[in-house]
C-alpha cells in the first residue's frame, strides 16, 4: 500500500487466480476513488449520485413538488437524490424509476421493472405519474463490446432512445438529462433536441472520472409535440 499525489493511501490489487488484468484495474479503481468511499459514508447507492448533487447544483432542475422519471435507474443513486431534492419522500413530489433490472426500495420512489423502449412503456409510465413528468433523467450506458465505434453507436442508440420517451413523457418546458460519450457521432441527436428544446449544453461533472470520455447533455425548456395530446 503506498500513497499518490495527494497523500491519500493507493490499494493496490494482486493478480492471480481467475482474476483478469480489465477486472484487477476496475477494483484497484473503485478502492482508492474517493468518491465510492464518499457515497458509502453517506449511504447513497453509487457515487454517480455525485454527478446529479453537481449539476443540479448548477441548473436547479430538480425543484420541490415536481414529477421526475430516471430511466435505467438501478442501483439507485439518482433516485435518492431526486426523490430528496424533490419532496417525493415528503409526497410532495413524485420519483418513478424504471430498469430491466430489480431495484430495492427507495423512499418515495416508485419502481417499475420494464423496458422502457417497449412501445407501451410511455403510457404505463404516465399512468403511474398520473399525468406528465417535468424532468427525464438517464445515466444508462449500454453494455461494452471493447470495439470503440460499435460501442459508441450502442450508447448512442440508448441515448436516442430515451430522447424519444423524453418527448412523449414530459411536461412543456420539462427538462432531459442523460449520460452520452464524446463522438462525432451524436450531432443528428443534438440537432433534434436543440429542435426539442430551447436550450442544450454538454456537462462535465468533476465527480466524472478524468480519464473518461463520459459527459451529461442538458436539455430544458421542453417545448412540446404539436399535435400530441398533452393530458
Do not use: C
Amino acid at each position: 500500500m503506498a500513497k499518490d499525489t495527494t497523500g491519500r493511501l493507493h490499494v493496490t490489487v494482486k493478480t492471480g487466480g481467475k482474476r483478469k488484468l480489465s477486472s484487477k484495474l476496475w477494483l484497484e479503481r473503485q478502492l482508492n476513488d474517493p468518491y465510492v468511499a464518499q457515497a458509502k459514508r453517506e449511504g447513497l447507492r453509487s457515487r454517480a449520485a455525485y454527478k446529479l448533487i453537481e449539476i443540479d447544483d448548477k441548473y436547479h432542475f430538480l425543484k420541490p413538488g415536481i414529477t421526475v422519471v430516471d430511466l435505467g435507474a438501478a442501483p439507485g443513486g439518482w433516485s435518492q437524490i431526486a426523490a430528496k431534492r424533490v419532496g417525493a419522500t415528503d409526497s410532495k413530489g413524485k420519483v418513478v424509476a424504471i430498469d430491466l433490472l430489480e431495484m430495492p426500495e427507495i423512499p418515495g420512489v416508485s419502481f417499475a421493472q420494464l423496458d422502457f423502449l417497449a412501445d407501451d412503456a410511455p403510457d404505463k409510465l404516465l399512468k403511474m405519474m398520473g399525468g406528465r413528468a417535468d424532468v427525464v433523467l438517464s445515466d444508462m450506458a449500454a453494455n461494452t463490446t471493447g470495439h470503440r465505434k460499435t460501442d459508441q453507436l450502442r450508447i448512442l442508440g440508448l441515448v436516442e432512445g430515451a430522447a424519444a420517451f423524453a418527448s412523449d413523457v414530459l411536461n412543456p418546458g420539462g427538462t432531459f438529462v442523460a449520460k452520452v460519450f464524446q463522438s462525432g457521432a451524436d450531432a443528428e441527436l443534438l440537432a433534434q433536441l436543440k429542435r426539442d428544446f430551447s436550450s442544450v449544453r454538454h456537462v462535465k461533472p468533476a465527480s466524472s472520472r478524468q480519464d473518461s470520455s463520459e459527459r451529461y447533455v442538458l436539455a430544458m425548456g421542453f417545448r412540446g409535440v404539436q399535435g400530441r395530446p398533452l393530458s
